[in-house]
């Protein structure tokens, strides 16, 4: 079983800042996903990975296989960016669930 | 857009009692996945189909059933509910086999008396 683990765990800074969140996991993996929970539940996914860097707007993810690792990066944060980010994987080829990190809750204040 | 809906976004049932989740997609997805969220373990998968009348286990799927007898819906049945099942229940579905982006439902907030 794959274990994910998710670091910081909770993260506060002041708007503007680059916000770096990383996930790291101990089998190798099919697909990596990073997914954004708002207050009140909703999940939006935002990206899924298998290799390289991909960047949507102000959110960068990369992902590093030969080290089991991902980074989500956010340039220029905003409050709005304020929300748990969490870090899923797919470890085998089928149709089995994501294998989910605890997340991490980014608070940015104005 | 893909919409997957989850009957109730709260819900409050005594110990013992049958409780069904409800949750429809309407993307045609062939893939579709039931979730619990809790404060420190974050979310955990109960159980998973991959098709019609097609069930898998996944890593917690102890007191739960599911049920997929059309291709849009798949239930979760907890057949007898206790109080350590109350917790945030999230559906999720995907389509293909290779690692596709899964759309989430709402939540249904769950509170085992």
């Known amino acids: 079983k794959n274990e994910v683990e998710q670091s910081p765990q909770n993260l506060t800074a002041q708007e503007g800042e680059f916000i770096t969140i990383n996930c790291s996991y101990s089998v190798g993996i099919s697909a990596l996903h990073w997914l954004q929970q708002h207050p009140g539940g909703g999940i939006v996914s935002l990206f899924m990975l298998s290799s390289g860097k991909k960047k949507h707007g102000r959110l960068i993810a990369t992902i590093n296989i030969q080290e089991k690792h991902s980074s989500l990066h956010i340039t220029a944060s905003h409050p709005r960016d304020s929300a748990v980010y969490i870090c899923?994987?797919?470890?085998?080829?089928?149709?089995?669930?994501?294998?989910f990190g605890k997340g991490t809750h980014l608070i940015i204040q104005p | 857009d893909v919409k997957v809906t989850q009957s109730s976004r709260y819900l409050v049932k005594r110990t013992g009692e049958k409780v069904f989740l409800e949750c429809v997609q309407d993307m045609d997805h062939e893939n579709m996945f039931w979730y619990r969220q809790d404060p420190g373990l974050g979310l955990r998968l109960i159980y998973f189909?991959?098709?019609?009348?097609?069930?898998e286990k996944g890593d917690i799927p102890e007191g739960y059933s599911v049920s997929r007898e059309k291709k849009e819906r798949f239930s979760l049945i907890l057949e007898s509910a206790s109080t350590n099942q109350t917790s945030m229940y999230l559906c999720?579905?995907?389509?293909?086999?290779?690692?596709?982006?899964?759309?989430f439902g709402p939540g249904t907030r769950l509170l085992v008396l």
């Open positions: 999720a579905s995907s389509n293909g086999l290779g690692g596709e982006t899964q759309y």
């Open positions: 899923a994987v797919r470890s085998g080829g089928g149709a089995d669930g994501l294998t």
């Open positions: 189909s991959y098709d019609v009348k097609m069930k």
